[in-house]
């Protein structure tokens, strides 16, 4: 089965930019559609992103749209997010997640932002975002 290790994060500015990074291991990315998420103290894990099985559609959360873009490189079995203009209202543990999807399926809010549905998660990494 397919094993989620997550890098970069760390402390940016009020305005800043990261990059996170997901780096897949017993499978391949091509395989899987892909989704970011987020928890924040004392509040419930939240969707942000998911880009399909193809790569060809992606889908964000409003809060982060045109700041964050999803990606994937399967020749380096990754999937990026990164996050420009961050907000201190982004400091959360943000986390990597991965579901199977038929090969020429969509993302959308229905099908990609319930977190129950993906199967394999990444072990998190913090994101601090300071004012």
């Known amino acids: 089965q397919v094993q989620l290790e997550q890098s970069g994060g760390g402390l940016a500015q009020d305005g800043g930019s990261l990059r996170l990074s997901c780096a897949a291991s017993?499978?391949?990315?091509?395989?899987?559609?892909m989704g970011w998420f987020r928890q924040a103290p004392g509040k419930e894990r939240e969707f942000v992103a998911a880009?399909?099985?193809?790569?060809?559609?992606?889908y964000y959360v409003d809060s982060v749209k045109g700041r964050f873009t999803i990606s994937k490189d399967n020749a380096e079995n990754t999937v990026y997010l990164r996050m420009n203009d961050l907000k201190p209202e982004d400091t959360a543990v943000y986390y990597c997640?991965?579901?199977?999807?038929?090969?020429?399926?969509?993302?959308?809010?229905?099908?990609?932002?319930?977190?129950?549905?993906?199967?394999?998660w990444g072990q998190g990494t913090q994101v601090t975002v300071s004012s």
């Open positions: 017993g499978g391949t990315v091509s395989s899987y559609a």
């Open positions: 880009i399909s099985r193809s790569g060809a559609t992606t």
């Open positions: 997640a991965a579901k199977w999807a038929p090969i020429y399926s969509t993302v959308s809010a229905s099908t990609s932002s319930a977190s129950a549905s993906y199967g394999y």
